[in-house]
RNA sequence: GCUCCGUUCGUCUAUCGGUUAGGACCUCAGGUUUUCAUCCUGGAAAGAGGGGUUCGAUUCCCCUACGGAGUACCA
C-alpha cells in the first residue's frame, strides 16, 4: 500500500490570483483527486513587506467558485496546521539550525555581512550577477571564516544573523520532473540561498521544503519559475534526511501576442480578465475584472484552463470537472508555454451556456434581469433564456438579447422597415392584427398558422411580412423566432407593438 | 553574460520511426434557419534551420537560431 497522494497550492497573498495561478491549483487538485488524494492550501506569507490586505481570502474565494475547494488548508481546516506560513514562523530556526548542525549551513552576521557592499562592487566590474557561494563564501564574513568561538560570542551575545545553505561544491544534482523527465544541475553553478532571514523568517526555500515535508505531501506541482530552484529543494532534502516528493513543474501561459508571460497589462491592452474574480487594489484603488463578473461560467473557465497546457490525447475538449479528475495526467501536461486565446476562452462559454437548462440559466442570470429592473419569475425567465441562450457567449448579455420582453422597442430598424413597406399594405396588417386579437391561446403555432393563413389568403410571402411584423415587435431583423417571442409578449402587448410599428413605417 | 527549459497550421494541440501530419478556435465558401445566432458540409492553414543515426525521420542524437524562466535576506 503506498501512501497516500498529497498535493498543495501554495501562493503568497501578495495580489489577486492570476489565472496561471488559479491553472496551477486546477492541476494540484486535479492530480489528487484522479489519485484519491487530497488537495492542500498553503500560504506562503513569509515575506511581511509585500503582504496585500484581502488577498488571502481572494484566494480562498476563486477556489470555490471554481469548485476545486481543498481538503485542507488555509480557511479549510485540517491536521497538519497551521496552513499559514507566518504563523508557522517559529518552527523553522530549529530546522535551519539542524542544518548547520549537520554542517550543510552557516551563519552571516548582520553587522559585518559585507556580501552587498561586495556584490555590488562585482557588478561594477562587469559580472552580471555575482553569487554567493562555495568559492566567495571563503573571502566573505561568515560563521565558517570567523574564529569558532568568536561565532560562539556572537550568538550567545544575541547578534542578528542569517543562515545560508552550504551548497557543495562540483555535484551533479539530478531529478526526475513528471513533465520534463530527468534535469540535471551542477552545483558549481548554484549559489548559497538563504534559507533564514535576517527577520527569523524562513525564505520560500526553506519553509517550503520543511512544510511540505511536514505537510507529507508526496507531489509537488507548481510553476516553471521553481525549475532553477529545485536542485536546492532536493539538497535540502538530501541533507535534512527526508524523503523527497516527486516534482512537476508547469509551463508558463504566455500573452496572446508578442513576447513573455500573460500579465495584468495584457488583459487591460487586448480587453480580456486575467483574473477569476473582481479584483480592488487596495493601495492605488485600481478595479480589475474578474472571468466571474465579465459573466464567464465557472466550469467554462476551468476546462478553458484546463486544456491549456494539457491534453487528454483524445478529440474532447468540453469536459466536466468529474472527468477532468477522470482523463488527466501529469504526464500529458505540455513542456512549452501556451499563448492565451481568448477567442477559444469565450468560445468554451458559449458551448457552457447553451448546453445549461434553461432553470440554470435562468438562475444564474436572474441577478442580471434585476440590475436591469427586469422582474420575472424563474419559470418565465427560463422560456426567455430558452429563446436567447443561443445567441449568447456571456451571461450578462441575457438582458440586452431580452430586453424587449421587459419593455417597449427602443430603438427600430427603419432601415429595413422602409425597405419592406408600402401602403398596400396597411389593410392586410389591420386584418392581421384583427385576427390575431381573436386567437384563443396564442401560442406559437396558433400566430404561426394564423399569419400563414392570412399571408397565403392576401398572396404575401414570408419575405414582405416578416420583417415587418419582427421590426414591429423586437425594433430588429436579429432574434428567436417571432412567433415565440409574440406568444410570450402576449396578445395586448403585439397588438400594441404592432400598430406602433404601422405607424411607424407610415411615416417614414 | 551564465544556468536550465522549450520549439508541429495565426492560436491550443494529436502523433510515442513508415499517416493524404488528425482535431478545436479563428478565417473563408456553401447549406439549413423568414432574420440573427445555433447547427451541418467543405476549403485555406504547420513539423525553425543545418548536420547526423536509419531502408525510412515531425518523431532519436548533435549544432545553430529563436523563445522562455531563473540568476534577491521575493515568492
Redesign the pocket.
Given at each position: 500500500m503506498s501512501k497516500k497522494i498529497r498535493t498543495r497550492f501554495?501562493p503568497?497573498p501578495t495580489g489577486p490570483l492570476h489565472m496561471g495561478g488559479v491553472r496551477t491549483a486546477l492541476y494540484c487538485y486535479l492530480f489528487a483527486k484522479k489519485n484519491q488524494g487530497d488537495f492542500i492550501l498553503r500560504i506562503?506569507d513569509?515575506?511581511q513587506t509585500?503582504f496585500v490586505p484581502g488577498a488571502e481570502q481572494y484566494i480562498v474565494d476563486t477556489l470555490k467558485w471554481c469548485g476545486i475547494e481543498p481538503n485542507e488548508g488555509f480557511e479549510f481546516g485540517g491536521n497538519y496546521g497551521p496552513y499559514r506560513q507566518s504563523e508557522r514562523k517559529a518552527m523553522y530556526r530549529k530546522y535551519a539550525e539542524e542544518l548547520i548542525e549537520k554542517g550543510h549551513a552557516y551563519y552571516?552576521f548582520?553587522s559585518d555581512?559585507n556580501w552587498p557592499t561586495v556584490k555590488e562592487e562585482l557588478i561594477k566590474q562587469g559580472n552580471?550577477?555575482p553569487?554567493?557561494d562555495n568559492v566567495t563564501r571563503q573571502y566573505l564574513k561568515n560563521s565558517l571564516t570567523l574564529p569558532a568561538d568568536e561565532v560562539q560570542k556572537r550568538l550567545e551575545a544575541g547578534e542578528e544573523y542569517?543562515i545560508r545553505y552550504k551548497m557543495p561544491r562540483n555535484e551533479e544534482v539530478r531529478f526526475e520532473d513528471k513533465i520534463?523527465?530527468w534535469?540535471?544541475?551542477?552545483t558549481n553553478?548554484l549559489?548559497d540561498k538563504?534559507l533564514l532571514?535576517?527577520?527569523g523568517?524562513p525564505?520560500?526555500h526553506l519553509a517550503n521544503v520543511v512544510d511540505d515535508h511536514l505537510m507529507e505531501i508526496t507531489d509537488v506541482v507548481r510553476g516553471?519559475?521553481?525549475?532553477?530552484?529545485t536542485p536546492l529543494h532536493v539538497k535540502l532534502y538530501e541533507s535534512f534526511g527526508w524523503e523527497m516528493p516527486s516534482f512537476s513543474h508547469l509551463p508558463?501561459i504566455?500573452k496572446p501576442d508578442g513576447?513573455?508571460?500573460l500579465s495584468k497589462r495584457d488583459g487591460d491592452r487586448l480587453g480580456f480578465p486575467v483574473f477569476p474574480l473582481n479584483w480592488t487594489d487596495p493601495e492605488t484603488g485600481e478595479q480589475s475584472q474578474g472571468y466571474r463578473e465579465r459573466g464567464f461560467l465557472p466550469d467554462a473557465f476551468v476546462n478553458m484552463l484546463a486544456?491549456?497546457?494539457w491534453?487528454p490525447?483524445t478529440?474532447q475538449?468540453i469536459f466536466t470537472l468529474e472527468e477532468l479528475v477522470e482523463a488527466f495526467s501529469l504526464e500529458?501536461v505540455?513542456?512549452?508555454?501556451?499563448?492565451f486565446?481568448f477567442?477559444?476562452t469565450k468560445?468554451f462559454n458559449q458551448q457552457y451556456i447553451?448546453s445549461k437548462s434553461n432553470e440554470e440559466l435562468a438562475l444564474l442570470t436572474k441577478e442580471d434581469f434585476e440590475k436591469h429592473k427586469y422582474e420575472a419569475s424563474v419559470e418565465k425567465l427560463a422560456i426567455i433564456c430558452d429563446l436567447i441562450k443561443?445567441?449568447a457567449t456571456f451571461l450578462h448579455e441575457f438582458p440586452s438579447l431580452g430586453y424587449y420582453f421587459f419593455e417597449d422597442v427602443r430603438e427600430y430598424d427603419t432601415k429595413n422597415l422602409v425597405k419592406k413597406w408600402d401602403g398596400t399594405k396597411e389593410p392586410f396588417f389591420m386584418d392581421l392584427i384583427n385576427s390575431l386579437n381573436s386567437l384563443e391561446t396564442f401560442s406559437a403555432e396558433e400566430i404561426e398558422t394564423c399569419v400563414k393563413t392570412k399571408m397565403e389568403a392576401a398572396g404575401l410571402g414570408?419575405?414582405q411580412v416578416?420583417?415587418i411584423l419582427?421590426i414591429s415587435i423586437t425594433g430588429t431583423?436579429?432574434?428567436?423566432?417571432?412567433?415565440s417571442v409574440m406568444s410570450l409578449l402576449g396578445k395586448s402587448i403585439c397588438s400594441d407593438r404592432l400598430h406602433k410599428g404601422i405607424t411607424l413605417a407610415k411615416s417614414l
Open positions: 501554495a503568497s506562503e513569509t515575506d509585500r552571516v548582520t555581512d552580471p550577477s553569487k554567493y542569517a520534463r523527465s534535469v540535471s544541475f551542477n553553478q549559489d538563504v532571514k535576517s527577520d523568517m525564505t520560500y516553471e519559475e521553481w525549475l532553477p530552484s508558463l504566455l513576447k513573455g508571460k486544456l491549456l497546457g491534453n490525447g478529440e475538449e500529458r505540455g513542456k512549452s508555454g501556451a499563448r486565446d477567442e477559444k468560445w447553451k443561443e445567441r414570408f419575405g416578416l420583417p419582427r431583423m436579429q432574434g428567436p423566432p417571432v412567433f
